[in-house]
């Protein structure tokens, strides 16, 4: 062993362990680092090569950094636990890696809970809890709830909560800055399903200052997931998150079982997460195309596992197989026709097959059978301006069911198209949007019966670091490389006819790609993150301040900035609450892997008016073109059907809004009528989420409502929550 390294080695090992191994430690590490560094250094598991303080040193931190912790009987922090001495629940902010606080037994892990006294209030946000050397044995911290508070006894709600995966790495909790002199964390179950809890070391972060504040809406609570969520969508029947990621909970390249995907189930209600490894489907879903069917089961085609189709039957919540398509894809476009059907194409990403020739292919759910359509092939939907990657081209393609059983392919190529799924697929040139692609970029169809749909963001190219390992070259143009602020509406009216295309708002205030869009209840739309230069698996260039496109101001207006990157395997949701959840990034066994989601809360929910209530639904099924009747708390003046969807990698082509009127009607008071459209590529079938406005523009909690089809290829379940 060369002299230098052992020098450097005890030299290492007295610095540990003079200033205590966490908080020297933790002043180089990020807090969104998955953190292996404590298991390495107090097992002296080190490699010859690695200093372990340069290494460490190399990792950028992002906002906030670890309290010190004060070592004078005056100064120093009180730990106060549900159970054992208060000198044994020290030893969880000792800084010292090897000793640790263990409660006593309880059931399974459930209501253990340590709470700290910082002694002086400071703007926290974030927490990490490293679990014990030998941690194979169970016991660390796996369900939780985090509170703080500035006097020890008003806590409110938890800033952050979830499920942590259990295996040997330190656990972060991360949400937006709060003064707090307490902090608590709560355990709500163990690993191994122990009835203790055990936790080595715990570390609180910390910002200098509160963040300036640039818009309305707010940020919170933090949802943490046992993985990363690349892909998520509601269960319209129970209103649960599904989110999923890929063989391994937190990287993409075979660190887990072939064909399998880790999926997390958030029930908003319950505050909880739960975590299952699909395995019996085979299929491997990262990086796939999804599209709820009428029956509000999501249909997810390929990806990893490229050939192979699954579906998530919301009625029973299980997973299950459908026949698998003709062509291998990942990254495809995928939607949901009028006549339930499902349409797909494109999708070059793919370890199965070549690059190219991803015709269109439609699956008819009464056959269980895909077949190809001749007449739609994919060189059609390319893009023109990404150079590098040839199976880049025919990505996220960004399709919405339409009238006449048509399709409109509204990018992210620039040439725009209709497809003819009764004619095999056969395509028409429908204009083009503008000058270059836009990939990676979003597009909704925020008023379905007016045919408008906004397209915002993405770049001529999906990425700018290029690996060397493909054709070895560079862009003679950096330029071209960059994120696109642009915004654009979409009009449909004709099939086959060239669409109306016009400036939204002049453009985003910020250029994004790898954003993502939602649409509100009320017609705007919120986009948030992103990169200004897209990268995957990196934050850099990230954009944290989000905004909402208004089509009455025709304006887009900055909301709250938050703190936690969404850029690259990102997801948005609009919730039933009205509220959107905003989650994921990375994927990679990187710095930049993002195990939770956030919910941001519109300013419409932030004023002083009360929500209207839905007291009943007469009915929670209705056929299109009939009237749906509610009835409500109070006087409402709007409402609007939007189409449960799910998203990955910036697409979610299900969802939709159409905008309804309500009329009063028969003799109960605040009971009214709204119209559906009668046709089925306006108001597709299945799931829809219908709020009720008042005249201050508050919506109220979505009822579910099940459009039934009356020309659909299979039969409807008509279950609705």
């Known amino acids: 062993m060369p002299g230098e390294f052992v020098l450097s080695l005890v030299f290492t090992l007295v610095l540990l362990c003079g200033l205590g191994i966490g908080t020297h430690i933790n002043a180089a590490l990020p807090y969104n680092v998955r953190d292996r560094y404590y298991d390495d250094l107090v097992q002296h598991v080190l490699k010859?090569?690695?200093?372990?303080?340069?290494?460490?040193?190399e990792t950028t931190p992002v906002?906030?950094?670890?309290?010190?912790?004060?070592?004078?009987?005056?100064?120093?922090?009180?730990?106060k636990c549900d159970s054992g001495t208060d000198q044994e629940c020290a030893k969880a902010v000792d800084g010292d890696y090897r000793t640790s606080w263990q409660s006593s037994t309880g059931d399974k892990g459930v209501g253990h809970h340590i709470t700290i006294d910082l002694r002086a209030v400071h703007i926290i946000n974030a927490l990490r809890v490293a679990p014990l050397v030998n941690w194979q044995s169970g016991g660390a911290v796996v369900g939780h709830q985090v509170f703080l508070s500035e006097d020890g006894n008003k806590w409110g709600d938890p800033v952050a909560y979830g499920t942590w995966f259990e295996d040997d790495t330190a656990k972060w909790a991360i949400f937006e800055p709060r003064k707090a002199k307490f902090v608590r964390l709560l355990a709500t179950s163990a690993s191994k399903e122990k009835q203790f809890v055990s936790i080595a070391e715990l570390d609180i972060w910390a910002v200098a200052s509160l963040p300036v504040p640039t818009g309305e809406g707010k940020w919170g609570p933090t949802i943490d997931f046992p993985l990363v969520p690349v892909g998520a969508f509601i269960d319209p029947v129970s209103g649960n998150v599904v989110s999923f990621s890929s063989e391994s909970h937190d990287g993409n390249a075979g660190e887990g079982k072939p064909d399998?995907?880790?999926?997390?189930?958030?029930?908003r209600v319950n505050k909880s997460v739960s975590q299952k490894l699909i395995e019996y489907t085979k299929h491997n879903m990262f990086c796939p195309g999804m599209a709820f069917d009428v029956n509000g089961s999501m249909i997810i085609t390929g990806g990893r596992t490229a050939s192979h189709t699954s579906t998530y039957n919301a009625i029973n919540r299980s997973w299950d197989t459908l026949k698998g398509m003709n062509i291998p894809r990942g990254y495809q476009g995928s939607t949901t026709c009028a006549d339930g059907s499902i349409f797909v194409i494109g999708g070059s990403w793919s370890p199965?097959?070549?690059?190219?020739?991803?015709l269109g292919e439609l699956y008819d759910p009464s056959l269980n059978k895909w077949e190809l359509l001749d007449g739609c092939p994919s060189e059609l939907i390319e893009t023109k301006t990404d150079t590098h990657r040839a199976y880049r081209a025919d990505n996220h393609v960004w399709l919405l069911g339409w009238k006449e059983k048509m399709i409109f392919h509204a990018g992210p190529a620039a040439e725009m198209h209709w497809i003819n799924t009764t004619l095999n697929g056969a395509m028409t040139a429908a204009g083009t949007r503008e000058v270059n692609a836009a990939m990676c970029g979003i597009a909704v169809m925020y008023d379905a019966a007016a045919g408008k749909i906004l397209t915002a963001g993405g770049a001529p190219q999906y990425e700018v670091n290029y690996r060397t390992d493909y054709d070895g070259r560079d862009d003679l143009n950096p330029a071209s490389k960059n994120a696109s602020s642009n915004a654009f509406i979409i009009t449909l009216s004709n099939v086959n006819a060239n669409v109306s295309i016009a400036s939204a708002g002049g453009r985003m205030n910020f250029p994004r790609t790898f954003l993502n869009a939602v649409i509100l209840p009320n017609g705007d739309t919120f986009v948030a993150g992103g990169q200004k230069v897209g990268q995957p698996f990196t934050d850099d260039t990230a954009e944290f301040r989000p905004e909402i496109y208004s089509p009455k101001t025709d304006k887009w207006k900055v909301m709250a900035q938050n703190s936690i990157p969404r850029t690259y395997h990102s997801f948005g949701l609009l919730l039933r609450d009205a509220t959107v959840l905003v989650g994921g990034?990375?994927?990679?066994?990187?710095?930049?892997n993002h195990l939770d989601a956030q919910i941001f809360t519109p300013p419409y929910l932030l004023?002083?008016?009360?929500?209207?209530?839905?007291k009943k639904l007469i009915t929670d099924k209705v056929h299109l073109g009939a009237r749906l009747t509610f009835i409500a708390d109070s006087a409402v003046t709007d409402a609007s059907l939007i189409r449960y969807g799910g998203a990955t990698h910036t697409v979610n082509n299900d969802q939709r809004r159409i905008k309804l009127t309500p009329v009063e009607s028969g003799n109960t008071r605040f009971q009214y009528n709204v119209q559906i459209p009668a046709d089925a590529g306006v108001a597709i079938p299945g799931y829809w989420m219908l709020f009720v406005m008042n005249e201050a523009g508050v919506p109220s909690e979505?009822?579910?409502?099940?459009?039934?089809?009356?020309?659909?290829?299979?039969?409807?379940?008509?279950?609705?929550?």
């Open 352 to 358: 199965e097959s070549s690059t190219g020739g991803r």
């Open 63 to 79: 906002t906030g950094s670890p309290l010190p912790k004060p070592t004078t009987e005056r100064d120093k922090w009180i730990a």
């Open 260 to 267: 399998t995907t880790w999926t997390a189930i958030w029930d």
């Open 585 to 592: 990034g990375g994927l990679s066994s990187s710095p930049t």
């Open 607 to 614: 004023t002083s008016h009360a929500r209207p209530v839905i």
């Open 48 to 57: 010859p090569e690695d200093d372990p303080l340069k290494v460490m040193a």
């Open 702 to 721: 979505a009822s579910t409502v099940l459009i039934l089809c009356t020309d659909c290829k299979v039969m409807q379940s008509k279950a609705v929550s």
